[in-house]
């Protein structure tokens, strides 16, 4: 076990690259914030910059709100009126943050693995926090994901989690299953014929229709259908696709008591989920909001302590 | 009377929903604030949001500014590069920041009403400032208005008040008409007759040409060309509409030696104002900027002590 | 000599409105923040604005840096969702900006001269810092260059300085070579002939092909080709340029050993500059961006001071 909680990292890049103590201790960390644990405090002012390529709300202000609530100086890089307008690549962007006392840069961006370049240069000079790269990982989403899970059921060994929806396109599943297997518990996948990459998944889990899982799970994820990351050609309609892959009302009902509803949204209501499910009993979406911003300031204050920021 | 200019409110939406007594303490508490008085504090840290989906310099600068004078911390929500850019409706991005822990959440929307859905949910967990809505309501500006007339002339008890130009898009007439009567103004109306909308406004004052109002008022509140509301039919040339309808240096000799000149601004120099009197004498339009951040202190720290966020 | 580098400017527009004594105690001052010097502290709670209608990554997060480092608050004034985007001027912005209380607006904008009207009117009420203004000045890039060559030789004085590339579009080129000359140093220009201006830059110089000035020179100051300002008609492909015009590896190896390279950056690596010079050990081009923070804090006192807003 991780002492007290201490995680030093010195990048949050992927679940891989965590131990299942370091993730387990995050949580916990992130456990201790929400329930209002004075953070240690920075030893001087110290600087973060988001840098999101890819758009966001949740992700972006949960950063945000999490680095004020450290006491951080919070930069917000505008993509678009930089000097990435004039053909500056990602690397020159990071060398020059570093070079400007930036310590942490948390960043979005549509290319996978975008962070390894960065995290192996000697001149780069911060760490790197992951908010998203391409279709690869989510690593704090799915610490969020976590920490909601745990605080529900106290354990993940024997959970059965069903991820339903676009799995292909989606980092937030590929983080999720790694790291849910490892720490024991049962997958389930439900998606498409065509968004479901059989080779990748097959390993983590049991692929059957939603309608043979609804019933026997403790979580149901719902993944976003993500028209941004499709190639223009729908191959359903929206009322279809929620009929055949959603969680209606008719299919929630058929939910244990105790099961619940997760999505990382933003929801397509009715698609994904039926709009009245969205904020209902069973439904912990807006519980994952709330606990992004506690387990992102665990995952900071563990690279601020990697960067020797902590008092 | 309210004592010691204390106001509290869940919500600053309208001003229909604000009794006489409130807005009087809250232009009250505006002074004290522009004064110097000192603010009493927040509880703990606590987060404010600025949602513009509407361009603005002024409103946005200045509650920015406010907002800071009151010692929240403040997030800019880029609408470009958020999830709305995804199809998130506006409900759902409230409710996302409500459960992250914003406390205020300002906002400028081009559909008017908007806000009625947010204050009337039972998951919004935030406060609403109205910071525009479509070609409804300003309240916020009305507010400043009224403090910049009331430092002029201490009352608004039989006060002569001419509202002049594109009265039918212009949320900042529908404001002040309906608050200058409530408190004693008399109204007068100058505006092409397309953009009067007599229904609408013969009840609170009266539709008479710029020339034959000019000499009598002692407030030209003058109200911007909004290009951007119209639908690309110029029905007269900037020069034209300067002539007929605008406040011209020869009108402006006319005016009472006591009057003054207001505009929400941005002006459009030469068309509903000369140029030179932009700036003059008798002009309070840079003191209605300043005014704005005062009042808007004001505004602000109502409805945070309707969220019990004050010490 | 100025007393303990206590400089006092109304505004920061351009070299040529400083002496050689104020430009020395700003770099002194600058070094004195790199090595820790405590800022004696704003009067009161202080905005600065940050106005940047061209794009820019380093001025622009580094004047932002510094900014913090000072404790002002700090407002971004994002172009594209204000009013200017309603046709407001840039005088009106600014006009605006002083009557809602921020201090110092630190502007760039791709109108030379854009400052003058700003300077020259008394109702401006703040102080403009000019963080580049079209292919005019870049009085604050000068500083921090002066900065790192000081830092590098201790003297400007019969220092041989070579500045290469665009010199027509450059105002890193324009702010540069007037103090550089003004402080001593002897200057050589390589550059394609169209990017010449004979008549601007004889009087500083010397033209000659770069190959005459790799060997003799202490230091290599190569600028941008600026793609963002030529006409589109691309006279030289990447790689001719480089061979004719840039520092390759082969020139680099010619160079004197304590000879440095600089480069305002971004760098198009492999046109002006081989891409394994650029973080190489000759290479001063990370300094300048860390020098730029020390140096910009320093200007940015020098403004505040001369608004009274120091302790």
């Given at each position: 076990m991780i002492k007290e909680n201490v995680v030093t990292l010195q990048h949050f890049v992927s679940v891989e690259e965590l131990t299942?103590?370091?993730?387990?201790?995050?949580?916990?960390?992130?456990?201790?914030?929400?329930?209002?644990?004075?953070?240690e405090g920075l030893e001087k002012q110290t600087f973060a910059c988001n840098l999101f390529f890819e758009n966001s709300?949740?992700?972006?202000?949960?950063?945000?709100?999490?680095?004020?609530?450290?006491?951080l100086?919070?930069?917000?890089?505008?993509?678009?009126?930089s000097a990435v307008s004039k053909g500056e690549t990602l690397y020159d962007t990071i060398l020059t943050l570093g070079a400007l006392g930036v310590e942490v840069c948390v960043i979005r961006h549509n290319q996978e693995?975008?962070?390894?370049?960065?995290?192996?240069?000697?001149?780069?000079?911060?760490?790197?926090?992951?908010?998203?790269?391409?279709?690869?990982?989510?690593?704090?989403?799915?610490?969020?994901?976590?920490?909601?899970i745990q605080e529900e059921f106290g354990t993940f060994e024997g959970l059965k989690v069903a991820i339903v929806g676009d799995l292909f396109h989606s980092r937030v599943a590929r983080s999720n299953m790694q790291m849910l297997k490892r720490l024991g518990a049962e997958l389930y996948f439900a998606a498409p014929e065509v968004w479901y990459p059989s080779e990748e998944f097959d390993q983590y889990g049991t692929y059957l229709p939603i309608d043979e899982i609804v019933d026997k799970v403790d979580v149901m994820m719902m993944l976003?259908?993500?028209?941004?990351?499709?190639?223009g050609t729908v191959f359903l309609s929206k009322e279809d696709y929620h009929r055949k892959y959603g969680l209606t009302v008719e299919r929630a009902k058929r939910m244990k008591p105790t099961a619940i509803i997760m999505h990382p949204a933003p929801v397509n209501r009715d698609a994904e989920l039926a709009d009245e499910l969205v904020e209902s009993?069973?439904?912990?979406?807006?519980t994952q909001m709330t606990n992004g911003v506690y387990v992102r300031m665990a995952i900071l204050e563990a690279v601020l302590r990697g960067r020797n920021c902590l008092k």
């Open positions: 299942n103590e370091e993730v387990l201790a995050l949580l916990a960390r992130g456990e201790e914030f929400k329930a209002g644990a004075k953070f709300t949740r992700t972006h202000n949960s950063f945000h709100i999490a680095e004020c609530k450290l006491g100086d919070v930069m917000e890089f505008d993509v678009s009126t693995h975008y962070y390894e370049e960065l995290i192996k240069s000697p001149n780069i000079d911060c760490a790197i926090v992951n908010g998203g790269d391409g279709s690869g990982q989510h690593p704090s989403q799915c610490a969020l994901d976590l920490m909601t976003r259908v993500q028209h941004e990351r499709h190639d009993e069973q439904s912990r979406i807006v």
